[in-house]
């Protein structure tokens, strides 16, 4: 069994920031800099929304737990002949005078372990399985299963630059019976990457946001890529991290991010999780898959897209049947490979964001970041079918000034022969990988993409005086791809902190708010339909977890999705940082999970 206690830093990281202000913390370097985007005013509102990144630091880090012969890997130092153990102390030793050299400069925000790991953003260590848990109110008996949460989580502390994105995948599970127990676990997804630095007792692999820029990211590649040819590293079997979304599907739970294959979790009886491995779907999959694959809820397949970002085709599209058998590839013609975290589907299309932010590796020649915002590029979103066999047939709509980090739905109508993509437009587009001195915004906003004439429209859906920032969350998982009138989203505000949930009309613009309270922050609401045939779309319950930054306890709140009345509260036994997202599993699919 891991262990539990937290590992405490007690001195400050010796970065030369300022204690009093995060405002000045670009770096002044070429050799590490990065590049403020010029102002984008055309697409830019008045209304201000204040940065919550001053939270008090709290860097706790779990205790790395002893590997045993099972998860014993060969990169372990122990095997090393002489030759790698030497070509490993002059690595190690470069290394050490690069991070020399990055500490002597400034970390932007995005890439400031202190900014990053923040409050309630500061990891945890696992906990193991805790049952009897206390229940506030009474839990809804259609809610039984396992609510599952995904998250970054970093299990070392880090030596140089990190963005939230970077840390290792923790999965956050409490069960629901419908008898009214609960139980909590959270556990470490078992990735390649994390088994060889827990190895190694430290991190070594690069961060691919908080230390691939500039010149600095070119050595560290160097560094990786010197290990890897003395077989100190294996990385082969992937360098991803599992930390941003969750799905389950053909009786798999598979952990998520974009950067590799999906891994394989297996919920246990007792309620614990454990990692079974890369899940490849019976070598079908021989490329990366992004962190939000779909699942159709009437033909019960699932859709997902793969991108490379180092060679052609940069992007592929792909889908599986519900037996587990994957179609073929097809290949999207993109000129330049494009950061594509999210996309959407419809009832006969899957709809494919192409925009604005890109990835430029060369840019780190002349001392920038590699993933950057391309003011001549005009966004486009490409309109294919889901049966396709290649990509001849795509309709590309472009949508100028649209970037969306997520989509939360899309659908047909026929009759005007528009495809309605419901998704936050996000400004400046590239401020959560780079540094801006603009305030972020997350519009919500109505796309109509016209497959006859090529044109397209955008408007905000709620009015100015309701503005908020409205980023992760979902709509009723059974009208998927099919026009749906309500979703729950963040209130991703002071951001990135989440102070509650909105439940938006798309047809009004009404919006309903849900407010945690004051110092209680939470995450994306997840909402779980009470039956699969209901006359109400809204006919539901909200699972969101809720952390109370005054108390420093966590617990898991279920609202009533019609009324947004809380019906229940489980109180957690430890914290529960802010992550990203999440999935029920339905008890009665427990029965045959593999």
Same mark, same amino acid.
């Given at each position: ?14 970065? @030369? ?18 590049? %403020? ?58 290394? *050490? ?25 500061? @990891? ?58 609960? *139980? ?7 990735? $390649? =990457? ?8 430290? @991190?070594?692999?690069?961060?691919? #946001? ?14 990786? /890529? ?10 082969? $079997? ?51 898959? !992004? ?11 699932? &859709? ?40 959407? !589907?419809?009832? %006969? &299309? ?22 950057? /915002? ?14 396709? *066999? ?34 936050? =437009? ?20 109505? !796309? ?12 905000? #859906? ?21 026009? +749906?009138? /309500? ?28 407010? /945690?309270?004051? %110092? ?39 609202? %009533? ?12 036994? +430890?914290?529960?940082?802010?992550? &990203?997202?999440?999935? &029920? ?10």
């Amino acid at each position: 069994m891991a262990s539990t206690s937290n590992w405490t830093s007690k001195a400050p990281i010796s970065y @030369p920031l300022s204690s009093s202000s995060i405002k000045d913390l670009s770096f002044s370097s070429k050799a590490i800099s990065f590049r %403020n985007r010029p102002k984008n005013s055309a697409s830019r509102t008045s209304s201000k929304i204040h940065c919550a990144l001053n939270s008090p630091s709290v860097l706790h880090f779990p205790n790395p737990a002893i590997p045993n012969e099972e998860t014993s890997l060969k990169s372990s130092p122990q095997k090393w002949n002489l030759l790698q153990k030497a070509a490993a102390s002059v690595l190690d030793v470069a290394e *050490s005078a690069l991070v020399s050299i990055e500490r002597q400069h400034r970390l932007p925000k995005t890439a400031d372990p202190r900014v990053q790991l923040s409050g309630n953003f500061a @990891p945890v260590p696992e906990q193991p399985v805790r049952h009897a848990l206390p229940v506030t109110g009474t839990i809804p008996k259609c809610v039984s299963g396992v609510y599952l949460r995904n998250g970054a989580n970093p299990l070392f502390k880090p030596v140089s630059g990190h963005h939230l994105f970077d840390g290792d995948g923790m999965v956050h599970a409490v069960t629901l019976d419908n008898g009214g127990s609960a *139980s909590y676990a959270c556990r470490f997804t078992e990735t $390649q =990457r994390l088994g060889q630095e827990r190895e190694l007792g430290r @991190p070594i692999f690069p961060k691919a #946001i908080g230390e691939l820029h500039g010149h600095s990211g070119i050595a560290r590649l160097m560094l990786l /890529y010197g290990r890897t040819l003395c077989g100190l590293l294996d990385h082969k $079997q992937g360098i991803g991290v599992a930390n941003a979304g969750l799905v389950y599907f053909n009786n798999h739970l598979l952990a998520m991010s974009e950067d590799d294959l999906p891994y394989h979790v297996r919920i246990t009886d007792s309620g614990d999780l454990k990692t079974v491995g890369r899940y490849d779907f019976d070598d079908q999959l021989k490329s990366t898959m !992004i962190a939000h694959p779909k699942v159709d809820p009437e033909s019960k397949e699932l &859709f997902a897209l793969s991108y490379n970002v180092l060679q052609k085709p940069y992007l592929k599209y792909f889908r599986v049947f519900p037996d587990g058998k994957k179609s073929q590839d097809v290949e999207i013609p993109l000129t330049v490979p494009t950061m594509m975290h999210d996309f959407a !589907i419809t009832k %006969n &299309f899957v709809v494919i964001p192409d925009q604005q932010v890109v990835f430029k590796f060369q840019n780190m020649i002349t001392g920038g970041s590699p993933v950057i /915002y391309d003011s001549e590029k005009i966004s486009r979103f490409g309109i294919l079918s889901k049966n396709a *066999s290649n990509a001849n047939d795509i309709i590309w709509v472009e949508t100028p000034d649209t970037f969306c980090f997520h989509l939360w739905n899309a659908w047909e109508e026929p009759e005007s022969e528009e495809v309605v993509v419901i998704g936050s =437009r996000m400004t400046p587009a590239d401020s959560v990988f780079n540094e801006c001195e603009e305030n972020l915004q997350s519009v919500l906003s109505e !796309i109509r993409l016209n497959l006859k004439t090529g044109k397209s429209t955008c408007r905000p #859906i709620l009015s100015d005086s309701e503005q908020v920032n409205l980023e992760a969350g979902m709509v009723n998982r059974n009208l998927l791809g099919r026009k +749906s009138r /309500y979703a729950y989203l963040a209130i991703a505000e002071p951001w990135p902190k989440v102070s509650g949930f909105a439940k938006v009309d798309l047809f009004t613009g009404d919006v309903t708010k849900h407010i /945690y309270g004051n %110092n209680r922050y939470g995450g994306e609401p997840f909402f779980l339909p009470r039956v699969a045939n209901s006359e109400s779309e809204d006919d539901g319950y909200i699972l969101v977890f809720v952390h109370d930054e005054n108390t420093w306890k966590s617990e898991l709140q279920i609202v %009533n999705a019609m009324t947004l009345q809380v019906e229940a509260s489980v109180k957690l036994p +430890s914290r529960v940082p802010y992550g &990203f997202h999440g999935t &029920f599993v339905e008890a009665k699919d427990l029965i045959n999970q593999e």
